[in-house]
């Protein structure tokens, strides 16, 4: 069960990347929403649930292991909050870019951050396929 909400969870990661860029894309040159750009935001959205409840599943399905590392359960919660954190950030700069907040390329920027750091953390960690580290 580990392995396929593994699996979904690396691929909604790609997803979940790929959908940002272009939403953001047409949110900033096009000045705020439109049919378009609101549909794929929505798209974008059922795969932020999928990126929180994989990521709940995994956690929970692999709990007997991460209780068994040293210091693994930490380094597991702080995955999940900065997936958690993400998810957030995902929100609130495609909505200030949406409203034209001047404040949009500080939430991008530490989206990008926060994305980046999730992604390390994912990799570093042992289960999934992803290993930089
Ligand atoms: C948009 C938000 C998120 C992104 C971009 C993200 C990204 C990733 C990536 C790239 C991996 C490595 C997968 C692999 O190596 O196959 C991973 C693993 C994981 N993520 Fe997330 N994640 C997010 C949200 C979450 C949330 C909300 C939770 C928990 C509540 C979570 C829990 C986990 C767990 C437990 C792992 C397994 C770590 C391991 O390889 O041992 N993630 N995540």
């Known amino acids: 069960m ?8 690396l ?6 990347i790929i959908l940002y860029a272009i939403v953001m894309y047409l949110y900033r040159s096009q000045k705020g929403a439109n049919k378009t750009s ?23 399905s ?11 359960h930490m380094e597991y919660g702080i995955k999940a909050l900065l997936g958690i954190l993400t998810i957030g950030f995902v929100e609130m700069s495609l909505v200030s870019a949406k409203k034209q907040r001047k404040i949009v390329n500080i939430m991008m920027i530490i989206f990008i951050v926060i994305l980046l ?3 390390v953390l994912g990799s ?3 289960m999934g396929t992803l290993n930089f580290f």
């Open 2 to 9: 580990t392995t396929g909400l593994l699996h979904t969870h």
């Open 124 to 126: 570093y960690l042992d």
């Open 62 to 72: 692999a709990m007997d292991y991460i209780s068994s590392l040293d210091n693994g």
């Open 117 to 119: 750091a999730t992604i």
């Open 38 to 60: 609101t549909t794929i935001h929505m798209i974008l959205r059922v795969f932020l649930v999928i990126m929180l409840f994989s990521g709940i599943g995994i956690y929970v």
């Open 11 to 16: 691929a909604s990661t790609a997803i979940v």
